[in-house]
């Protein structure tokens, strides 16, 4: 069992920054795969920002490339998201999410991980 945990969301202005950061007890931390989710009210979980067991090859979704930035930071075993340009869209509960790997694989769907976090909410106003 992997617990997750993630922190720093918060409400922000439409433009604005923020950085979320998430732990997991697993060790050591090159032993899991990473990402980012969220869920809006009413709408799927969905995905955000993944990145490989060794922080070296990240995806993100349409919706957020150029403005966020996933880092796994195996030293220091963290996952941090670098949220910039924020907009209203972007109000959600986002969700860390871990799951054991062995490859450079990344994974985009939620259902290929075993391990999540509490979820901590993001509020971008206009």
């Known amino acids: 069992q992997v617990r997750v945990a993630e922190s720093g969301g918060r409400l922000v202005q439409a433009g604005g920054s923020l950085r979320l950061s998430c732990t997991a007890s697993?060790?050591?931390?090159?032993?899991?795969?990473m990402g980012w989710f969220r869920e809006a009210p009413g709408k799927e979980r969905e995905f955000v920002a993944v990145?490989?067991?060794?922080?070296?090859?990240?995806y993100y979704a349409d919706s957020v490339r150029g403005r966020f930035t996933i880092a796994k930071d195996n030293a220091d075993n963290t996952l941090d998201l670098q949220m910039d340009r924020l907009k209203p869209e972007d109000t959600a509960v986002y969700f860390c999410?871990?799951?054991?790997?062995?490859?450079?694989?990344?994974?985009?769907?939620?259902?290929?991980?075993?391990?999540w976090g509490q979820g901590t909410q993001v509020t971008v106003s206009s």
């Open positions: 999410a871990a799951r054991w790997s062995s490859s450079g694989d990344t994974w985009m769907n939620p259902n290929d991980y075993g391990f």
């Open positions: 697993e060790r050591p931390f090159t032993n899991i795969a």
């Open positions: 990145t490989s067991r060794l922080g070296t090859i990240t």
